[in-house]
């Protein structure tokens, strides 16, 4: 029990794990991403205005000349329109000082983008020497215009962008939704991951049940035990001949395996009498694939194989038993058995007699009440049975199947 549980909580904590460092990484790559469209939108507006501001105010002969008398208070009555023009232009001055030697140089003062630019005639030829203008835009609102959400100006924690403006994301790296979603796909994730092991685990356990039971089977009657073997793989064979894939082939596989199972149930001097059977006794040994069908329903993961186990002595006439069926109410797969369950007994080793030769018991089937259209697969192929290699899988399923 506790290592039932120890795996499962494993699993979960893994993926947890795994969920929450990959939703972190791709927040932090999402923000990265979105940071540097910021940076690089902020940079444009800002250039953009400044170049714009030079343009229609500082490369002007009129201003030019005020300045160089300094006229300053005239010069800023000429520039009185610049908010109307330009909105997001908070102040405008015009000190003395030396100009800056750029059309404009961008600076910041705190949460505000100072901006000087120097004063020029038309041509732009001449620079005033004694002054320059500066004009003070407040970084938020440049920054809301770019992105109007997801940042905010952060002089304490921002990072900072090209012209040095600190900037940190509104939203919380695990916002509530965030979480939510996390959380979510860890149960999605856990929940799948779960159902593959236990199921798994059930699949384990039923195969080990049923190995349990088989390998008592197989002390007691190891004739039977080889027999089974022996037509799972001729089945698995023949099977594939026939074009069956996937699980279609794999279940044939196992009730093939599986198919005389039901012999457990039958008193063993039956089983391993050499003589012909009595009526009472061949009554009993009839019982047989009744039995082994109860057995496998009783295993939730082969329950689905009863069917075909309960008419692997079915025969095309309705001669078989136990239900007498006929020709198409049979199984396709129990047909296969049938087959490959007579081959085997004809060909395969017995203490009381000699086996007989393949082509003397294809003779002998020919004859027989069984599927001929199946007879003649595993004629026409049984040169090819030497150099068949099962599916992986069969180790899976069974193995002790090559240990012997
Ligand atoms: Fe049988």
Redesign the pocket.
Known sequence: MKRKLFIPIIIILVVIFVVGLSFYGLQIYVADQNFDTTDHALKSVIDLQAAATYNAYFAWTTLYDLVVQNKFAEASELTRDMRDNFPFIDSLEIDYGPPPDEDFMVTLDGELIRIAYPIRNDEETMTAPNAYAVTVIQAQKLLDLVSPYEFRVDTVHGRKTSYGIPISASLPLFSPWGIAFVVLLTCLIVWFVLQRYFHKSDFFLDTRGLESIIYLFEQTEKVSASHSRNVAIFALFVGKKLGFKGKRLKNLYVAALL??IGKIGVPTSIITKTGKLDSREFAQMKQ??VISARILRSFKEFEHLSNIVLH??EREDGSGYPDGLKGKEIPLESKIIAVV?VFEALVGERPYRNPIHPSSAFEKMKQMPLDQRIVNVLIEHYGELGAFRPPRWVLSYSPWMFAA
């Open positions: 198919h005389d047989h694939p692997h002595h369950d």
